[in-house]
Nanobody
Framework: QLQLVESGGGLAQPGGSLRLSCAASGFSLDNHIIGWFRQAPGKERESILCITSGDSINYSGSVKGRFTISRDNAKNTLGLQMSSLKPEDTAVYYC?????????????????WGQGTQVTVSS
């Protein structure tokens, strides 16, 4: 059984920080490109960041300098450190993985998905 499970979502104040985690089971993230997506209410799911074996790729200009993606191959997990949070960051956040190395900025390019975790930024 292949699974990705997100955790760490919740309520944060504007300007605050939050760290999300994604745990993989049934397969290894070592040989996969992994990434984070988000979907705000009433909007399409969008790519934020992905990380290859050696590089991170930013697909969202709005998070540049505020969000950092990381991977821990030993623990088979993916992380997203979010800082300087804004109300516009409110969304369900998803982790995803692919072994194909296709369209990494596209939802269709990923094989495995988590169920998402809610992040709400509000004062």
């Amino acid at each position: 059984q292949l699974q990705l499970v997100e955790s760490g979502g919740g309520l944060a104040q504007p300007g605050g920080s939050l760290r999300l985690s994604c745990a993989a089971s049934g397969f290894s993230l070592d040989n996969h490109i992994i990434g984070w997506f988000r979907q705000a209410p009433g909007k399409e799911r969008e790519s934020i960041l992905c990380i290859t074996s050696g590089d991170s790729i930013n697909y969202s200009g709005s998070v540049k300098g505020r969000f950092t993606i990381s991977r821990d191959n030993a623990k088979n997990t993916l992380g997203l450190q979010m800082s300087s949070l804004k109300p516009e960051d409110t969304a369900v956040y998803y982790c995803a993985a692919t072994s194909s190395g296709g369209l990494l900025g596209s939802r269709a390019g990923y094989e495995f998905w988590g169920q998402g975790t809610q992040v709400t930024v509000s004062s």
